[in-house]
C-alpha cells in the first residue's frame, strides 16, 4: 500500500511539474524572423517559463503577463522567466514593475519607481551599462550589493574588474558633507554613504578619495543610507574621473543611452508597437 501510495505521489508531482512547463508567460512579437527556444518563428510566439528569444535582423517586442514589457535590440539574446529576465547577449530596453529584474553578467537591474524605462547593454570586457530613459534604476550585484541608482538621461558602466574582493570592499570619489550630526559621503554616481570610523571634520565640504567597507551586503530600504567604515581618506587631487569600486565592481559613466535599441527601432525592419 505504501510503495503504491508513493508511485501516485510520484506520478502527481511529474504531472505537475509538466503543466507547470506549458503555461505561458507572454508572448513575443518582431517585425521579422527570430528564434524562440532554437526554432525560427516569424511575427509571433508564445513564451513559457525558461525560454530563450534571439533576434537577428529585428528587434523583438516581449510581453510577460505580470507587466514587464521588453525589447530585445538586433542581433541579442535573452532567457524569460516569470520574474527575471537574464540577457546573454546585446542589449534590452525595459519597462517592468520593481518586482521584475533584468539580470546581466551576474548583476540585477530593477525599477526604483512606476513607469521606469531604461535600456542594458552587454558591452566588451565583461562590461554592463545601464541607462535611464524615465524613471530611475537600481543596480545591485550578485551578492545584493548597491553598486548604483542610474537616474533619466544618465548611464552609468559596470565592470568586473577583481571577483575575488570582499563584497562589501569600497573604494570611490566623493564630496563630504556634514548634516544632523553625520557625516556623508555623495559620489557622483549619485549614491550617499552615511561616514563612520573616523574623524571627518577636516574634509567636510572637500571631494576625497575613500577606502572602506560597507557595513552590510544587503541593499539598503528605499529612502535609507548605507553606512560606510572608512579605513582611510584623502582629498581628491589626482582624478577628476568619477569612479567607485564596490565588491571588485568599477562602476563608471556610461558611453551612451540605448543607442542599439533606437537605431534598430528607426530603421528596417523594426518592432512592432
Known amino acids: 500500500m505504501l510503495k503504491k501510495l508513493q508511485a501516485a505521489f510520484i506520478l502527481l508531482s511529474m504531472l505537475h511539474y509538466a503543466v507547470a512547463g506549458t503555461v505561458s508567460i507572454g508572448t513575443a512579437s518582431a517585425r521579422g524572423d527570430m528564434r524562440v527556444d532554437n526554432?525560427?518563428?516569424?511575427?509571433?510566439?508564445?513564451?513559457?517559463?525558461?525560454?530563450?528569444?534571439?533576434?537577428?535582423?529585428?528587434?523583438?517586442?516581449?510581453?510577460?503577463?505580470?507587466?514587464?514589457?521588453?525589447?530585445?535590440?538586433?542581433?541579442?539574446?535573452g532567457t524569460l522567466y516569470r520574474d527575471h529576465m537574464v540577457l546573454q547577449q546585446g542589449e534590452s530596453e525595459l519597462s517592468a514593475p520593481s518586482s521584475f529584474q533584468l539580470k546581466a553578467n551576474g548583476l540585477s537591474v530593477t525599477a526604483n519607481e512606476p513607469n521606469s524605462r531604461g535600456v542594458v547593454s552587454l558591452r566588451g570586457g565583461n562590461t554592463v551599462e545601464v541607462a535611464a530613459l524615465n524613471g530611475s534604476f537600481g543596480v545591485t550585484s550578485d551578492h545584493g550589493v548597491l553598486l548604483a541608482s542610474v537616474h533619466p538621461g544618465h548611464s552609468l558602466s559596470f565592470a568586473i574588474k577583481n571577483n575575488t574582493e570582499s563584497p562589501t570592499s569600497f573604494q570611490g570619489v566623493g564630496l563630504v558633507d556634514y548634516v544632523n550630526g553625520h557625516y556623508y559621503l555623495t559620489t557622483d554616481a549619485d549614491m550617499r554613504y552615511e561616514l563612520s570610523c573616523k574623524d571627518f571634520r577636516k574634509y567636510k565640504d572637500t571631494k576625497v578619495v575613500v577606502s572602506g567597507n560597507l557595513a552590510s551586503a544587503t541593499a539598503p530600504r528605499p529612502g535609507s543610507t548605507q553606512a560606510l567604515c572608512v579605513s582611510s581618506i584623502g582629498i581628491n587631487g589626482v582624478s577628476n574621473t568619477p569612479w567607485l569600486l564596490i565588491g571588485g565592481i568599477l562602476v563608471g559613466a556610461g558611453a551612451g543611452i540605448g543607442i542599439g535599441v533606437y537605431e534598430a527601432e528607426k530603421g528596417t525592419p523594426a518592432a512592432s508597437r
Open 39 to 77: 526554432y525560427m518563428v516569424k511575427s509571433n510566439a508564445t513564451l513559457f517559463d525558461g525560454s530563450v528569444v534571439e533576434t537577428g535582423e529585428a528587434t523583438a517586442d516581449l510581453r510577460l503577463d505580470k507587466g514587464a514589457q521588453i525589447t530585445l535590440a538586433t542581433s541579442s539574446r
